[in-house]
Antibody, heavy 119, light 109 residues
């Protein structure tokens, strides 16, 4: 069965970077885009960007341009999202989600990774 | 950027029908996806391409989309349907490309 398993919770200081992983199984990793969506406590869902694991091509929401980097390691079917220059407003649960192309729905989601930014 | 507007909350008695709306400029020309999120859990896709149901989603869940409003309808509501629901579209001319509505909390009375 399709699974996306994310890395564990992180606590970071303001100004630091965080790198969250998302390990895919149960399907061909390079056949589907990986998207990243975050959710602050008590708030709604916010799309951050996408990555094509086959080509490595990426697209980021303008809000995160310059601070986010999405990469992958196809040999271990794992996608990564790195967010730099962290501030308290970045405290949120970060999800990876599978989508086969831009207009397709997110049919499978990771369990989420809580990133806390605190001094 | 493209904006999707949902009511913050909808309440319904068990066994009745709940309708959750998602408003957007000419949203009828776009494909709308709906997600259900229960507390402490990741979202789950319940409707895609306006009205299609993934396998495993009860037939009680249905969707429609026309004009400036998309609607998620849940018939014969059960206690287990209580959750947050989010609509989502893709807009090639928008930033961000993928847009979520603000979410609707469905309360089963």
């Amino acid at each position: 069965q399709v699974q996306l398993v994310q890395s564990g919770a992180e606590v970071k200081k303001p100004g630091a970077s965080v790198k969250v992983s998302c390990k895919a199984s149960g399907y061909t990793f390079t056949s589907y885009d990986i998207n990243w969506v975050r959710q602050a406590t008590g708030q709604g869902l916010e799309w951050m960007g996408w990555m094509n694991p086959n080509s490595g091509n990426t697209g980021y929401a303008q809000k995160f341009q310059g601070r986010v980097t999405m990469t992958r390691n196809t040999s271990i079917s794992t996608a990564y999202m790195e967010l730099s220059s962290l501030r308290s407003e970045d405290t949120a649960v970060y999800y990876c989600a599978r989508g086969s192309s831009q207009w397709e729905p997110f049919d499978y989601w990771g369990q989420g990774t809580l990133v806390t930014v605190s001094s | 950027s493209y904006v999707l507007t949902q009511p913050p909350s909808v309440s319904v008695a068990p066994g009745k029908t709940a309708r959750i709306t998602c408003g957007g400029n000419n949203i009828g020309s776009k494909s709308v996806h709906w997600y259900q999120q229960k507390p402490g859990q990741a979202p789950v896709l319940v409707i895609y391409y306006d009205s299609d149901r993934p396998s495993g989603i009860p037939e009680r869940f249905s969707g429609s989309n026309s004009g400036n409003t998309a609607t998620l309808t849940i018939s014969r509501v059960e206690a287990g349907d209580e959750a947050d629901y989010y609509c989502q579209v893709w807009d090639s001319s928008s930033d961000p490309l993928r847009v979520f509505g603000g979410g609707t909390k469905l309360t089963v009375l």
